[in-house]
């Protein structure tokens, strides 16, 4: 099996990299919800050596993570484990939670799911950075955005960009607070809640 990969991932990976060595300076677990290839943890791993980062994923892309894993032999990337947002967790108390380009992959009851979980895997103070496409005010921030969405829904009706303001809430009901939304690339931002309680 070849290592997968995502070119997506090599280009945003730095841009993202640069707002995570501040909003996770003073974090020590992370917990990455849907790691894809897992190109993006070999790379923040590497680039924050301070971070236990853990890789989670649907059963069948765990095989490409490890490859990524192995090769990188990072000492803080532990083994990928099983994360299907409307199964099981993980056990743990994270202080920080990562994903990247999911929400417009899940349908909305998986993201309400998703949220409605992470009171219980994360620790008080937990920040949660989530990156990928976001519409502000039901409108797109831009023409290439519309028509991803028009993409995306011609895949699979559950799939589309999110509303901002429709995540804020469902982050409000979680006990996170919405502390910086980052302008990023290719119309893509960077949201980081903080847990309040």
Known sequence: MEKPSAPSCERNR?????VLRSAFADRRQVLEIGSGT???????????????WQCTDREE?????????????????????????SGAWPAGHYDAV?????LHIMGWDEVEQLFGHLAAVTAEGARLAI????????????????AFDQWLQARGMHMRIRDAEAVDALAE???FDLIDDVTMPANNRLRIWQRNR
Do not use: K
């Open 173 to 175: 009901v979680a006990g």
């Open 38 to 52: 897992g190109q993006h943890a070999v790379h923040f791993a590497a680039a924050m050596p301070w971070l236990q």
């Open 61 to 85: 892309n765990l095989p490409g993570i490890r490859l990524w894993l192995d090769e990188a032999a990072l000492s803080n990337t532990p083994p990928p484990v099983v994360l299907d947002v």
């Open 14 to 18: 730095d841009p993202i990299l640069e």
């Open 131 to 146: 990156y990928g496409p976001f519409n502000y005010g039901g409108q797109y921030t831009s023409q290439s955005n519309a």
């Open 98 to 102: 990562f994903s990247a380009n999911t």
